[in-house]
């Protein structure tokens, strides 16, 4: 028996992955990049080779879709593998649009490898990760993280990378307008939206454009073309799940208050962008001088706000 306990922190898309290629691989349709958070964290222990398979999240039974993914997961890292414990926690609101999907399958890739006591390299660790959540192949490292779209049909070389070497200091600035469960999960969304929405094209199109003006942004710290650029990818992306059939909508009224709030506050000078996932919280990208504005200003439309700066690699330890 042996246990190793990885930690691993959401990332929040700057420019967005929606639509997948390969569904048996989970290959994306388009590139994207993303900034990875601080103090948001999933902790996941995996004790391999016990008597039976025992997933616990968040304290309790993994409900039976969870605990199938869950053994599917474990069983790409060793097709042999014997019965397992995982013990995985977040100290934020799951499924609320806060990435925790992403965070959770880097800790437990990184862990359930550690644990079966093999050495994979960071790169392999991100496409693991990407085949239990897209976007938890760019949580493997700390601060601005591009995942390549890759060319192979394995998929080995779509996988996270990161794009600067040291952290530009930024703030999302989360506003949480409903902490409960998405109705419609990402993967099933998008699939939805790839295969009905006349805007797809479109979408694809101009994704590989967008992450090199990102890409370009964070090399400048240019705040205010990231922030475009994000705004611009996000509200493409809604377009998208909008323009399917059926239609999808994430948003609530108190997302279009927090989209106002923040239009308000650059009209004011502050420099502020928006950006929302598949759910209707709001995240919003500034400088740390001018986040606890950003937070009040986001008040009177949500439960709580969180300012968080950028966070570092994921990391496990064995023991
Ligand atoms: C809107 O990574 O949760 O947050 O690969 O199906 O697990 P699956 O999807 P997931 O989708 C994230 C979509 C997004 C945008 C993003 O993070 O890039």
């Not at 790409?76 to 100290?91: E, F, I, M």
Request: charged share 20%.
């Amino acid at each position: 028996m042996s246990r190793a306990t990885a930690h691993a922190h959401p990332n929040i898309a700057l420019v967005k992955y929606w639509g997948k290629r390969d569904l048996a691989l989970n290959l994306p349709a388009v590139p994207s990049l993303s900034l990875t958070l601080a103090r948001f964290e999933t902790e996941t222990t995996v004790t391999w080779g016990t008597t039976e398979d025992r997933f616990l999240f968040n304290g309790e039974a993994a409900d039976p879709t969870t605990a199938a993914k869950i053994a599917q997961f474990l069983s790409l890292v060793d097709p042999a593998r014997p019965p397992c414990n995982v013990d995985t926690a977040n100290n934020f609101p799951s499924a609320a649009g806060l990435a925790s999907s992403s965070s959770g399958f880097a800790a437990l890739a990184l862990a359930a490898v550690a644990a079966s006591g093999q050495e994979w390299s960071k790169e392999q660790l991100s496409v693991l990760a990407r085949r239990g959540s897209g976007s938890a192949c760019r949580s493997l490292w700390g601060g601005f993280v591009e995942w390549k779209l890759g060319k192979r049909a394995d998929g080995a070389d779509s996988c996270g990378t990161p794009i600067a070497p040291s952290h530009w200091d930024v703030r999302m600035v989360v506003g949480v307008v409903s902490s409960k469960k998405k109705p419609t999960p990402s993967s099933a969304g998008m699939e939805s939206t790839r295969l009905t929405s006349p805007y797809f094209p479109a979408w694809v199109e101009t994704a590989a454009a967008d992450v090199e003006l990102g890409r370009k942004a964070v090399l400048d710290r240019d705040l205010a073309a990231l922030g475009e650029v994000m705004e611009s990818s996000t509200l493409k992306m809604h377009a998208t799940m909008w323009t399917g059939r059926p239609t999808l909508n994430y948003w609530l009224p108190g997302t279009l208050g927090c989209l106002d709030a923040v239009q308000a506050l650059r009209k004011a000078g502050i420099g502020a962008w928006a950006t929302m996932d598949a759910g209707p919280n709001v995240k919003v990208l500034c400088l740390p001088e001018d986040s606890e504005r950003v937070a009040i200003a986001l008040a009177p439309w949500v439960e709580r706000t969180d300012i968080l700066a950028p966070g570092g690699d994921a990391t496990v330890e064995q023991h």
